[in-house]
């Protein structure tokens, strides 16, 4: 039963030297430029939402610890099933800022093809599995990808990602269920952002916390400090390790704080107070982990402000080629409903093209 | 007597009911201290308190369930499920119990629920905030169905759902939530569950439509009228139970008819309609009953323009059903 | 956390004068009484339904102290919801032996009208709502009648009956996280009788118990002896209690066996083995409690052999009376699918009956 | 060639496709020691063990997703959900995931599964046991449904199915599982997926049907016969996508049509097929399209005779549309 929340660099930037992973500067550079990068990324994303340039946006600010930790813990070959709001995973994986933002814009280079709405990325050849709207549907499939691994004897891992209020979804019981009953390699990865949008993590739930919820499942269960990368890193690692050695799922619960809005539609003073906001961006995870790193000598003023005009301007070169590019053809929303397109299907196309035509 | 949108119609309708009838409670996500994400029930957590306001857990299938428990005891719930896409976690429930409860216990326990949802597209949400699934709910019996397309209709159907009997889900086009504006008089009425309306007399074609598709209809029906095509609309508001009188009776008279929707072609309600005017006025029919509807792939989210029927595609239907 | 099973008549009828909760003998009379009714009763549907008088049942034979006891343990103003196989529960309560073979026979004097399956027993005179095939679904239902029964500042408690099977449901997860997060009056009374049709216990769940599943909605859970009547009932009384003085929900797993087949389709030799089945049958809940009242005196050769005499011609004659119901009428077919029939069922009311003349 | 029943026919098929492709791995409930409810899986456990015939934990939404999983990482599930009435606690995941994924992800992550159902009335199962509720998944975009009427159609759909790169929601009409027996070839076949079979040639009169009411048609048809009445019976056994072209063939042949169906009428498949010769083969058309199917109720246990299009019901039809 777990009954403390893991954590290894307190809110001042200093680690426990018996719990710091020591991970090589290279590394911890590699986890604060991805970290900087999504930031940068969200706060772009906001503007042009803003400016009418994009429908919809869901931003990942304060969360940034919770995702890149825990991706950063697995290997290439292991599978990610996002939720949707883990942008600094899909950077650290490897989707391109331009990849990303030709996604939200829907254009003809989006690998989706501009039939997805919002955050809704995913890559085949990266492992990551398109996240959808519908919250919590990734979790069993996650368990499933984990079964059929073992299955073939691959020694794949796979990592689930939800939130708070996915743990209510009738998948997250299902799903947990299956792993334990088949001892499934998946990580279920409680990102506990205190909120659904409105609603708060205490209308949500009454079990002491997610992870106890573990012991529904014979499962292990562990909590850690959501805004702390380097915890994030050590108790994925663990469950990764375990997954992978034949020891089954694990439940993690990060806790964190969205720090922003649920979406740009969502307007959050309506439900919660200012103050409330304020007390977690004292536990900002990148100013923790840019403390961290200055306190061991590995960083300062002038590699941050070039990290963040590097960052910045990346995001805005991302932004301009995505945005040269045009919509979908016509013929492409018609493809992919099935391997080949049906009778049905042709004639519907037919007529697409003709109506456009005749006006 | 005020101009309303149909989001501050609803409301309208939810707060005088609930102000009347103490066992109306709403539940759903998000509809307490936030009002709803389209603010449907804006102030009514204040008005009511959070007993009869409740802001539920995130399950669909809770939130239908529980609502569905609450019925059985003797309260009159209305559930919100945030978009129409989200509403298949409680599709066993619903299928499985909600439309079959009155049935299978021989009358002992009706259920009288209301279940809102915001439905189509319009609004850039893709596949997974603009679906019109209206077919599932129509197919299956013991559910009555009903798409307001104005404000004074969606009050008036909204009290007479809240006061049916039955379990009804209630659709709500949302691209209409805000950029539709009407009279609609205070205090009760209700429009009748089961009639149709004529929006646009007309003596040539016939188009059968509801929700945000029956402005465009009206749309292409007066672009057909400057070309010299009288046209007929037809606004169903309530698909299940349906007017069938009121099709009839219209292709009686103009021979022609043209179904429009935004669901997906195959089993949309369009078929339903077609094969029903087939069955009941197949000698005064002049020409193919045509569909124009959303397409058999799912919706799409950058081409959402071009996956929705458009005034042009239906004026082209009129006209070539007007030109058979 | 429950570490322990309740047991307070053990095998040999000998109970634990500390626990007993000393019940007076016509109310202990009451019990056996209806335990003996609902064995003549399965023993008789299943000698009807081999006879081809009766398309399909499933039987509660070994599982009597579970719903019996626990059923006992409420008022007549709570309600139940139950899944199909507790009968003992129905018969308890006052559904009528004759209601029970009308229902299970679909004829003109079945409650439900002849349109219900199997053991879809309910009453709504009695609060008992009733049980449908899909497995799971009643629990989120106890939980809003509770729900309402709250709001409503009525003083009912719901009790939902549910297999171990039926844990694995997503119901069962989110009606428990409803009812924990509205502290619902709600009893989650799960029957573990080992199976769900075919697959055994350790293949359904992989947590030590179904008890401790509790924990992950903030939740007491408890494990009780579903096959020793009076602990079944001290521990529902217990939960009971809680929910009227508005503690909140209660999970109990009575740890029983299902004596018979899954239903009379089910053939179980092919997944279990004799040995086990025999190992069970020691502990038949009825015969333990005759044992512990014959311990007490309370109970004899006589009595044993008049009642099982009282209950087999009882379910005679109701079996008697309701073979003699005619088949319901065509109209009522087409009846309470609306409260008022809609102008298409009117029509196809017609059809069906103009089919009827023709041929 | 032996003469199987259409359960061992189905177990054929998965005997032997397994042999040859070990992706493909079973899930379901009381599919491995037990064999499934119905013995579709009878010695498949015994002879490809727990690894690939899964008996799952009661949830059908864990079966489904898990399958799903599974088939994004390469394998190829048979998914067996025990009564298709108890499939819907995975609508969600079918409808807005497993129908979607192909298309979502531009392509990248086809989801190649098929999930096996028995379906239909006839049993005496009550409205828990006998629904058919193809209609849902017809109106899906992105799945294929497939319902066989007899043993050789029932293996070489399913060999098919298994090998389409698509998701197939494959119908087993229940009532016919032990009752319809036929010839059926040793080894790989398949019946191509989107082709309907004549399965009686005539000149009045079409009827179009699938499943367990082929056989009730055909019943009817010769009845017909004997009176006059020349029928031609055409089994659609793929209902998504559609054989239009045989449809429309027929019809311009016969100009008269009855489509059976068990599903409830409105908006049953007969609806589609109805509004599809409408606009195809108007002008061929002598009579309206006639419906015979279940009711717009519950399915009904005690009187499920009632309840369900018989030989008597699709003659009348047949005579009045022949009369018309
Ligand atoms: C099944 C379903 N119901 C409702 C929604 C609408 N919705 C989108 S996100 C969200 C809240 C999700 O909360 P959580 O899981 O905590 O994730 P977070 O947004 O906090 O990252 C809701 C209710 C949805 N997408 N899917
Ligand atoms: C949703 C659903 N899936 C499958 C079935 C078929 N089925 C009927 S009973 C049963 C097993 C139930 O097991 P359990 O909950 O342990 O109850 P028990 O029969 O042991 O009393 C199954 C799989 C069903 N009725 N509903
Ligand atoms: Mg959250
Ligand atoms: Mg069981």
């Known amino acids: 039963m777990p009954t403390e929340m893991l954590q290894i660099v307190n809110e001042e930037g200093k680690s426990d030297s018996k719990l710091d992973p020591d991970l090589p500067q290279s590394e911890l550079h590699k986890l604060y430029r991805t970290m900087v990068y999504t930031r940068a990324f969200d706060n772009r994303m906001i503007a042009m939402q803003r400016q009418g340039r994009m429908s919809f946006y869901a931003p990942c600010v304060g969360e940034e610890a919770a995702h890149i930790g825990s991706a950063y813990a697995l290997k290439p070959e292991d599978w990610l099933f996002p939720q949707y709001r883990e942008q600094g995973a899909m950077i650290l994986r490897g989707i391109s800022l331009e990849q990303l933002v030709s996604s939200l814009l829907g254009n003809r280079n989006d690998a989706n093809k501009g039939r997805s ?144 809005a649920h979406s740009t539609a969502d307007d959050p003073t309506r439900y919660r107070r200012q103050e409330e906001v304020e007390s977690w961006k004292k536990k900002d995870p990148i100013k923790r982990f840019r403390l961290y790193l200055e306190n061991r000598g590995l960083w300062g003023e002038k590699e941050e402000s070039d990290l963040w005009t590097e960052a910045e301007n990346m995001v805005s070169e991302a932004v301009r080629r995505a945005e040269a590019a045009p919509l979908p053809t016509v013929e492409s929303m018609f493809e992919d409903v099935y391997k080949e397109m049906s009778p049905a299907l042709k004639e519907q196309l037919q007529d697409a093209l003709t109506s456009r035509e005749s006006r | 007597m005020s101009v309303l949108t149909i989001v501050q119609a609803i409301n309208k309708a939810l707060t005088e009911e609930m102000g009347k009838d103490d066992s109306i409670v709403l539940l759903g996500e998000d509809i307490g201290v936030n009002g709803g994400v389209f603010r449907a029930t804006e102030g009514l957590y204040q008005s009511f308190g959070p007993n009869r306001v409740i802001d539920t857990p995130l399950a669909e299938s809770g939130i239908i369930g529980v609502a569905m428990g609450m019925s059985l005891y003797g309260l009159k719930p209305v559930a919100e499920i945030q978009f129409l896409d989200f509403i298949y976690p409680a599709f066993d429930l619903i299928v499985n119990e909600l439309a079959k409860f009155r049935y299978r216990t021989g009358g002992q326990y009706p259920t009288h629920i209301v279940i809102r949802a915001p439905c189509g597209g319009g609004i850039k949400g893709g596949m997974y905030h603009s679906q019109s699934s209206e077919s599932y709910f129509i197919h299956t019996a013991g559910l009555k169905v009903v798409m307001p397309s104005n404000p004074y209709d ?146 799409h989210y950058s081409l959402e323009e071009v996956y929705l029927p458009s005034v042009g595609k239906v004026l082209n239907a009129i006209e070539k059903t007007a030109g058979f």
Chains 1, 3 share one sequence.
């Not at chain 2, 029919?285 to 569909?291: F, G, I, Q, S």
């Open chain 1, 117 to 260: 709405f919002a955050n809704a990325w995913g890559d085949r050849s990266l492992n990551i599995v398109h996240s959808s709207a519908p919250v919590g549907t990734q979790i069993p499939l996650a368990v499933g990808a984990a079964m059929a691994a073992k299955l073939r004897g691959d020694k794949t891992v796979t990592l689930a990602y939800f939130g708070d209020g996915a743990t209510s979804s009738g998948y997250f019981h299902v799903a947990l269920n299956f792993a334990s009953v088949f001892k499934a390699p998946t990580i279920f990865f409680c990102k506990n952002n205190q909120y659904a949008v409105s609603v708060p993590i205490h209308r949500q739930l009454a079990s002491k916390n997610v992870a106890v919820k573990a012991a529904a499942y014979g499962m292990e269960g562990v909590q850690v400090d959501g805004n702390d990368i380097l915890a994030v890193y050590c108790v994925t690692k663990e469950a990764e390790e375990r997954a992978r050695s034949g020891g089954g799922p694990t439940l993690i619960e990060a806790i964190t704080y969205r720090m922003g």
């Open chain 2, 154 to 299: 969606a009050k008036g159907l909204l009290v007479a759902s809240i006061r049916d009997a039955d379990p009804v889900i209630f659709l709500e086009p949302k691209r209409l939530y805000r950029s539709v504006k009407g009279e609609v008089p205070e205090g009760s009425y209700t429009v009748p569950i089961g009639n149709a309306s004529v929006v646009a007399k007309g003596e040539d074609v016939s188009v059968f439509t509801y929700g945000a598709m029956v402005h465009v209809a009206l749309e292409a029906a007066k672009k057909a009228d400057e070309k010299g095509i009288s046209v007929e609309v037809i606004d169903l508001r309530t698909l299940s139970p349906l007017d069938f009188e009121a099709i009839v009776d219209s292709v009686r008279k103009t021979g022609r008819a043209v179904v429009v929707h935004e669901a997906p072609r195959t089993l949309g309600f369009g078929a339903e309609i077609s094969a029903l005017i087939s069955e009941k006025a197949f000698l005064h029919l002049e020409a193919p009953v045509t569909r124009v509807t959303g397409y058999d792939t799912p919706f």
